[in-house]
């Protein structure tokens, strides 16, 4: 079955760090970029973060540059997200994306 899952939400303080995963099954992940995207309540789904398929290429959102880092481990199906210096802002459902398909998405919430 073909299928991205998303997993590492949780709640945290403002000014702390998650690590969100992004994990490929059913097929070659490797060809595909992946795309983060994040849906805040009564708001749209938002472009986050973008990696290559070789990993030689990252692009950002404006608001997150500097805070956020996407990698990606293609031995082992996966892409990361790590979210350093949260703000209240970033609560958010993150949803992952490649190769035309869509994780459920992990709920991320910052609160103090």
């Known amino acids: 079955q073909v299928q991205l899952v998303e997993s590492g939400g949780g709640l945290v303080q403002p000014g702390g760090s998650l690590r969100l995963s992004c994990a490929a099954f059913?097929?070659?992940?490797?060809?595909?970029?992946i795309t983060w995207y994040r849906q805040a309540p009564g708001k749209e789904r938002d472009w986050v973060a973008s990696?290559?398929?070789?990993?030689?290429?990252?692009t950002y959102k404006d608001s997150v540059k500097g805070r956020f880092t996407v990698s990606r481990d293609n031995a082992k199906n996966t892409v990361y997200l790590q979210m350093d210096s949260l703000k209240p802002d970033d609560t958010a459902v993150y949803y992952c994306?490649?190769?035309?398909?869509w994780g459920q998405g992990t709920q991320v919430t910052v609160s103090s």
């Open positions: 990696i290559s398929s070789a990993a030689d290429i990252t």
């Open positions: 994306n490649g190769g035309g398909v």
């Open positions: 059913g097929f070659t992940f490797s060809r595909y970029a």
